[in-house]
């Protein structure tokens, strides 16, 4: 069966504006969660949703937000974009919610110039 | 505050080394306990899992890791690498119902 999917998988913004980046879960997972990768942070939890409602957030401001569709299918955006917030932003699936065990996909590398 | 270390940040061996991987953990209650690889190029992936049972346990490509509950760790090992297993590799934990956090991962390069 199909993977995760992340769209795009590269992007390059400006300072101040903001990106929205898409999550397909595997057929059947209905809990998506979304990492940010640096080099110097790691991997980091953003959020987690499922069944459309976020069931756990992690420590980040608000300039990021995820929101989750009926079809599991999930989205993220980062609004007034930061150098900072250039990364590799991967969301991974899993059945259900508490992630014992995550899909990922193959991410989305933002870079804000 | 829950937390994941992985001492090694990177590791150089050659070929047919012994490879171990240190991995603690600051978690209370029943934690879960994952090892992630990510192979150049490629997604990130479940290299083994502990959640309860047996500690050692084995996972893919010849990997297994020891939970040893009163060292607060989950090591990664490989009796003989081999050039295909350099990539990072990333520890991970949880308790039950809650998100992973993981590990600041380790750089293994493995020379032919």
């Known amino acids: 069966k199909a993977g995760v999917t992340q769209t795009p998988r590269y992007l390059i913004k400006t300072r101040g504006q903001q990106v929205t980046l898409s999550c397909s879960p595997i057929?059947?997972?209905?809990?998506v969660s979304w990492y940010q990768q640096t080099p110097g942070q790691g991997l980091q939890f953003l959020f987690e949703?499922?069944?459309?409602?976020?069931?756990n957030k992690g420590n980040f401001p608000g300039r990021f937000s995820g929101r989750q569709f009926s079809n599991s299918r999930s989205e993220m955006n980062v609004s007034t974009l930061e150098l900072g917030d250039s990364a590799l932003y991967l969301c991974?699936?899993?059945?259900?919610?508490?992630?014992?065990?995550?899909?990922f996909g193959a991410g989305s590398r933002l870079t804000v110039l | 505050a829950q937390s994941v270390s992985q001492h090694n940040h990177h590791v150089i061996l050659s070929e047919a080394a012994s490879l171990e991987l240190g991995c603690n953990y600051s978690?209370?209650?029943?934690?879960?306990l994952f090892w992630y690889v990510q192979y150049p190029g490629q997604h990130l992936q479940l290299l083994l899992k502990?959640?309860?049972?047996?500690?050692l346990v084995k996972g893919i490509k010849g990997f297994e890791a020891e939970f040893i509950k009163s060292k607060f760790s989950f090591n990664l090992r490989k009796p003989s690498v081999q050039w295909s297993d350099t990539a990072e590799y990333f520890c991970?934990?949880?308790?039950?119902?809650?998100?992973?956090?993981f590990g600041g991962g380790t750089r293994l390069m493995v020379k032919p």
């Open positions: 991974a699936s899993s059945q259900r919610s508490g992630a014992n065990v995550l899909t």
């Open positions: 057929s059947g997972h209905r809990s």
């Open positions: 949703y499922f069944s459309e409602t976020q069931r």
């Open positions: 978690y209370g209650g029943t934690v879960n």
């Open positions: 502990y959640f309860s049972g047996d500690p």
């Open positions: 991970a934990a949880n308790n039950a119902g809650n998100m992973l956090t």
